[in-house]
């Protein structure tokens, strides 16, 4: 199985920071790459899908990129509604998560 | 807009059986492969089972073949995980997703059910 690792697995930041989270795969997944929000209510979204397209509806701040093994996740200005728990998700079977990286407000 | 609503959770003995549903709206059900994704407390997400659109596929992670069953009623847009031999592993939270795309990622999903699986 494809192992995912997430990096930080926790970080705070202030209203406005650009964030970037960082995912790395044991094998090259070739931009089968996704992204997702959880919230505290439970709810999950898809926000990137093939390491850079945004779901629709996401908000644009939100984008993706890397190659490879290794990608990241990057709001541009944090908003308060962004407060959550982000995974990352490779794209071959059987399809595996990162641990998860929970963004705080500082 | 798209809902998927999970029920049938609940407390279980080990060993015990139990089957989840998931009842879909707001899109065409039989166009899309459809999935299980579980979360148990304080850990990551982990993909369980998927079906494909027709239910003529289905796909499952080591831990749960030959215990989980994935199935779908494409008249009655809904997708079901009967669930046996339950083990204190399979705590969790178990959330309904689609599982759309080349390669396929889960676009929709529904707000999750709890499986609790204890003595």
């Known amino acids: 199985d494809i192992k995912m690792t997430q990096s930080p697995s926790s970080l705070s930041a202030s209203l406005g920071e650009r964030v970037t989270i960082s995912c790395r795969a044991s094998e090259n997944i070739n931009n089968y790459l996704s992204w997702y929000q959880k919230k505290e209510d439970g709810s999950v979204k898809l926000l990137i899908y093939?390491?850079?397209r945004l779901q629709p509806g996401a908000p644009s701040r939100f984008s993706g990129s890397g190659s490879g093994k290794d990608y990241s996740l990057t709001i541009s200005g944090l908003e308060s509604e962004d407060i959550a728990t982000y995974y990352c998700?490779?794209?071959?079977?059987?399809?595996?998560f990162g641990g998860g990286t929970k963004l705080e407000l500082k | 807009e798209v809902q998927l609503v999970e029920s049938g959770g609940g407390l279980v003995q080990p060993g015990r059986s139990l089957k989840l549903s998931c009842a879909a709206s707001?899109?065409?059900?039989?166009?899309?492969?459809m999935a299980w994704v579980r979360q148990a407390p304080k850990k990551g997400l982990e993909w369980v089972a998927t079906i494909s659109y027709d239910g003529s596929s289905t796909y499952y992670r080591d831990s749960v073949k030959g215990r989980f069953t994935i199935s779908r009623d494409n008249a009655k847009s809904t997708l079901y995980l009967q669930m046996d031999s339950l083990r204190s592993e399979d705590t969790a939270t178990y959330y309904c997703a689609s599982h759309t795309g080349i390669p396929p990622y889960f676009d929709y999903w529904g707000q999750g059910v709890m499986v609790t699986v204890s003595s």
């Open positions: 093939h390491t850079s």
């Open positions: 998700q490779q794209g071959y079977t059987p399809w595996t």
């Open positions: 707001g899109f065409t059900f039989s166009d899309y492969n």
